[in-house]
């Protein structure tokens, strides 16, 4: 927006970084020459994750063990995959839903409702490799045979979120 100053010579008025932006285009239209806005590289810095170190983040075994519950939860059919999109990275939910569909797809072909299974933990190992990074296996006890889920949580964003989970 231009605005005539008091000696008549048209002056701009800044209010965001857009007027910047656009200023500079219209400076690089005038002169031929394409130029990029000044700060098209504060929002990749600013709305990218970012990687948050150990120090920064809570105890990570109270995660654990509630994720590997929720997982055999979600297998069983007794909870549903969406209430860990939070907590889990984009490949590891999508494997968790893949997973969960093929569970209740077997159910339903054996006739059997789903149901809360009653789980033991029994032991949970856990190392960090890299600052930020914690990689454990929760050994889970239940009624029939005995599992364990491996989980690799990485820092993110201020928060824990399991990367990758596996279900042996």
């Known amino acids: 927006m231009t605005r005539p100053s008091r000696g ?9 970084t857009r007027s910047l932006d656009r200023l500079a285009s219209m400076v690089a239209s005038a002169s031929g020459t394409a130029a990029e806005p000044r700060h098209a590289h504060i929002a990749d810095d600013y709305f990218s994750r970012q990687r948050t170190p150990s120090s920064a983040l809570p105890d990570p075994e109270p995660l654990l063990l509630n994720l590997a519950r929720g997982v055999l939860e979600v297998l069983a059919g007794a909870r549903e995959a969406d209430q860990f999109a939070r907590w889990l990275a984009e ?21 059997v409702r789903a149901a809360r299974p009653h789980h033991t933990i029994l032991a ?6 890299a600052d930020g990074v914690v990689e454990a296996v929760v050994v889970i006890a239940g009624p029939h045979r ?19 989970l596996a279900l042996l």
């Open 91 to 111: 490949d590891a939910y999508r494997k968790l839903v893949i997973r969960s569909n093929l569970a209740a797809r077997a159910r339903s072909a054996r006739g």
């Open 146 to 164: 005995t599992r364990a889920i491996a989980i690799r949580l990485e820092g993110m964003d201020g928060r824990w979120r399991a990367a990758s």
């Open 8 to 16: 008549g010579a048209p002056y701009v008025l800044l209010d965001s």
């Open 124 to 129: 949970l190992r856990q190392m960090s490799p």
